[in-house]
């Protein structure tokens, strides 16, 4: 299994002060991970998740550690845009503002080509990058002007074809590539408005999204030969990369994709 540890990562309690952020996906996983970070750096999160019991023990956990008034649990949807449209107008009415937009959202079946419906492909598309454009859509209209910022979560298999079984995940791939330059496009659009809009593309993260046990022997062979750093990555690495690039660290950053894959695109 993996050999080296991941590292305590210093969290600034200022960083995001003072700030709003709605994050999606936020009931588990990277989202969580994000949710939870940006509030640990000051921010009020809004979070926001098709399932409403995890999204509430997201806030729950948020308020339990840094008090009250800090987080807002919201069941949304991320197809449906009157869902979307009610809950930017949520956030703003009970953080007081919107700052920025962490669309963590996602899904993934593991049919390979052969076997992929179009009720799969559907689906993928349209939480994975349609629900993307309706989040940022719907938040761009309440997002600071001069200061707001976005981020994406895509992944590295935007870039590259990954099977570890014979096959690949080409509706999750479509999502995802799609979604790369989706954040292009919205960083052209919102810039004239000052909204910086990036991505973050994780490599393996030790999450269920995955649908495979990653510490079994095997997976982590096939693991080990492409990744540079010797270890499965973690929500708070991802978490970490995204709240730099939602920072003032990042202003003069808009339109990129941040790998954060522990080398994985290398070679």
Sequence with gaps: MSTIASPQRRVDGARHLDKVALVTGAASGIGRGIA????????????????ADGARASAAA???E???GRA??????????????????????????????????????MSGFAELTDAEWDETIDVNLKGCFV???EAAKALTHGSGAIVNITTVEADVIVSSTGHCQPHYNASKGGLKILTKALAAELGRVGIRVNAVAPGVVDTPLTGIDLHAPEVWAFMEQRVL???????????????FLLSDDASYITGVQLPVDGGWLVR
């Design 36 to 51: 939870l970070r940006l509030a640990r750096e000051g921010a009020r999160v809004a979070c926001l998740d098709v399932d």
């Design 62 to 64: 948020i308020e339990e």
């Design 66 to 68: 840094l008090g009250g």
């Design 72 to 109: 807002v649990a919201l069941a949304v949807d991320v197809r449906d845009r009157a869902q979307v449209r009610a809950a930017v107008a949520r956030t703003v009415e009970g953080l007081g503002r919107l700052d920025q937009l962490v669309n963590a959202a996602g899904m993934l079946t």
């Design 135 to 137: 989040l940022a859509q």
């Design 229 to 243: 750093v010797k270890r499965l990555g973690q929500p708070d690495d991802v978490a970490a990369a995204v709240s």
